[in-house]
């Protein structure tokens, strides 16, 4: 079990299996790696610095910058404080598309990082923890306006919502109307790297939210502000209008959002308004398990096993919340606009197509009450051989549930109890095999927000081990414009990329085979990788995404160790034997027979392969093992400068 990190719960949809690959764009053995770069928003690298061999190759290590390296940054911070320098790649991070400086400041130090880790710098939950305590006697004074608000984020449900929940108990208590907004910010959807997929699935899953809500009388008002800086202010004009003095949201663990809130709860008493910001998204909040040394878990296996027995100790927390209760009528005539109002279609950053609108309607039908079935579904059909089916990316075995769970149109804490209640015992441990190891999975998305609230440089463009960073990586366009449009000579590589470039989807199994072979094989910074699979991912959830890649690239807690690199055609023999994977997303061997379809330049089918436009590897397996394990070895000996 604890080799297998899943990057987000199973979510493999098998609805897009009925729609047809477009073959031509998958035939072509060549492709333009800078046009298909700039289409992936991925800055490449300036084609002038190469190394001999064609390949653009990562920062100089430190202490060859320190011996006067001609290579001169530009960026410069001019102190002395290790705290606050830039990391000695850190310009190479900004010409790769790694670090956004357009939100963000420069990759961090390694010093920088170790201090969040040694508790030296607050942490970013703390502040904001700080500023909910600090301000809790006066904003509890404050008397509840005309209307009451909650601010949907990442909970687009109705039910099993706490600040939902904590909101409407508030309105009906003082005889006021809920009032539900959400704001879409366009800069945030280009600083957090979301998929103009997710952005459509968001879209429609709040026109069905809009709908849900107004048959209690509730408005839901969804507005476009486009300057994030200036969401804040938007937010209090809007609470100023509707004369709203309590406004509720649930706590995201991303650095951004935490920093926000914290200023955003102050701010708010200024104004004579009590923001309350309410722990939901994990069953057990971070900060709840530490380990006997009384610190944060970052291996996963006692992580589960204290997670499990806190919820067997305090039941409560599986506890779920009720809907919202009815407005009172007179809501329906004061909001009428807002009831009239229609959801904002993308930001011009974030369309798609209609050919794509239409498509993913099919594949990610939106809303609660889709995410309620498929749940249901899944328990009814796979649930309890989930153990043995889970890993076959072409069996319809999943729970097709991350998009919701990302979206928050589902709760783990609801998906949890649901489960439970299928087993044959209240022990999440116990009983059917199929049911614990998918309880297991859905705990994953607890334990790497665990591992964000504690460790946030995580959400700053470092690996948890800052070590890590002295590896020297690859940036070679044409290789990674190879992994992007699957055509790297590997099938199942290839398979699972176009999978993801068509669905907006990609199996478990396959993101992991995908990743490893990005880091390990092509050593290429795997967090262009993470970047790619954000901006792709109809189920794109950072913690998640990030867990998943340090794994897979042995940089992040609980790690794969660096000398395990997966052999993708053992990978492909082992979890597509037939290659029924591999013919659906590669079309160019659909013709090719048996155990070929793994191999077919090396397996005697070349000469199909080629005819159909199908490439060659890119890289051999031995040799790219061989020079993984001398480049991590290399990087590691060189400590955490």
């Known amino acids: ?13 098998f609805k897009c299996l009925v729609f047809p690959v477009r073959q031509q764009a998958f035939q072509k053995p060549t492709v333009n790696p800078r046009a298909f770069a700039a289409s992936t928003s991925l800055k490449m690298p300036p084609k002038k610095v190469v190394a001999e061999n064609g390949k653009r190759k990562a920062s100089e290590p430190p202490e060859s910058k320190a011996n006067g390296s001609s290579k001169k940054s530009k960026i410069t911070n001019g102190t002395s404080d290790p705290l606050h320098k830039p990391h000695h790649s850190a310009q190479e991070a900004e010409e790769n598309g790694i670090v956004l400086r ?3 400041p420069h990759e961090m130090s390694n010093e920088r990082a170790i201090a969040y880790n040694n508790d030296e710098l607050p942490r970013p939950i703390d502040v904001l923890a700080s500023a909910l305590e600090e301000t809790r006697d006066q904003r509890d004074r404050i008397e509840v306006g005309d209307a009451v608000v909650h601010w949907f984020k990442c909970d687009l449900r109705t039910k099993d919502n706490k600040a939902l929940d904590t909101a409407s108990e508030t309105a009906k208590e003082k005889g006021v109307p809920l009032v539900a907004m959400y704001i879409v910010s366009p800069q945030d959807f280009e600083a957090h790297l979301t998929a103009p997929v997710r952005v459509d699935f968001i879209l429609r899953t709040l026109e069905v939210l809009k709908e849900e809500l107004a048959m209690l009388d509730i408005p839901l008002y969804v507005e476009t502000v486009e300057k994030r800086k200036t969401i804040p202010d938007r937010i209090m004009e809007l609470l100023k209008e509707w004369n709203a003095r309590h406004l509720f949201a649930n706590l995201e663990y991303e650095v951004d959002e935490l920093r926000r809130e914290a200023e955003l709860v102050r701010s708010c008493l200024e104004n004579g308004v009590a923001f309350d910001v309410m722990a939901d998204t994990c069953i057990v909040s971070p900060g709840e398990l530490t380990s006997g040394t009384g610190k944060q878990y970052s291996v996963y296996t006692p992580w589960f096993r204290a997670w499990i027995a806190y919820i067997h100790e305090h039941n409560d927390v599986l506890d ?23 959801i904002p279609s993308a930001p011009s950053n974030k369309k798609i197509t209609d050919e794509e609108k239409t498509r993913f309607k099919s594949m990610w039908p939106p809303g609660e009450a889709e995410a309620h079935s498929r749940l249901s579904k899944f328990l009814d059909d796979r649930a309890r051989k989930y153990d043995e089916t889970r890993n076959f990316p072409f069996a319809a075995t999943t729970s097709c549930l ?52 504690h460790w946030p440089y995580v959400c700053m463009n470092k690996p948890f081990k800052p070590e890590y960073t002295n590896i020297t ?6 290789h990674f414009a190879a992994w992007c449009s699957g055509q790297t000579g590997y099938p199942i590589v290839d398979a699972a990329m176009r999978q993801l470039n068509h669905c907006g989807y990609m199996h478990n199994r396959c993101r992991m085979i995908a990743a490893s072979f990005l880091a390990k094989h092509l050593l290429l910074d795997w967090r262009m990788g993470e970047r790619y699979f954000m901006e792709h991912l109809v ?21 794969q160790p660096y000398f395990r690199i997966f052999n993708p ?5 082992r979890f597509d034997k037939e290659g029924e994977y591999i013919r659906k997303w590669v079309p160019e061997l659909r013709g090719v027979g048996g155990n070929a379809i ?44």
């Not at 809907?323 to 009239?340: E, G, H, L, T, V």
Request: hydrophobic fraction near 30%; include cysteine; charged fraction near 25%.
């Open 402 to 453: 991350s998009a919701h769970f990302a979206a928050g149109t589902l709760s783990t804490r609801t998906a949890v109890r649901a489960a439970r209640s299928y087993n044959s015992t209240t022990k999440l441990n116990g009983g059917n095999q199929g049911l614990q190891t998918w309880i297991s999975e859905v705990a994953w998305r607890d334990f790497y927000r665990h591992v964000l609230a």
């Open 539 to 559: 189920d794109g959830d950072f913690a998640s995404n990030n867990g998943g890649w340090g794994f897979s690239a042995s940089t992040g807690v609980d790690p």
């Open 598 to 641: 793994h191999d077919p330049y090396e397996r005697g089918a070349g000469r199909e392969a080629k005819k159909g436009g199908y490439p060659e590897r890119i890289v051999r397996h031995k040799e790219s093992r061989e020079r993984c394990l001398a480049r991590y070895k290399e990087g590691l000996g060189r400590g955490t400068a």
């Open 320 to 342: 779920l919340f009720g809907p919202p209760s009815k407005n009172p009528s007179s809501a329906r005539k004061r909001f009428s606009k807002i009831f009239d109002s229609k």
């Open 569 to 573: 055609l053992l990978q492909s023999e």
């Open 1 to 13: 079990m604890c080799l297998i990190r899943y990057f987000l719960v199973k979510s493999f949809n």
């Open 102 to 104: 357009k939100f963000y």
């Open 473 to 478: 990586w690859e940036y070679n366009d044409e």
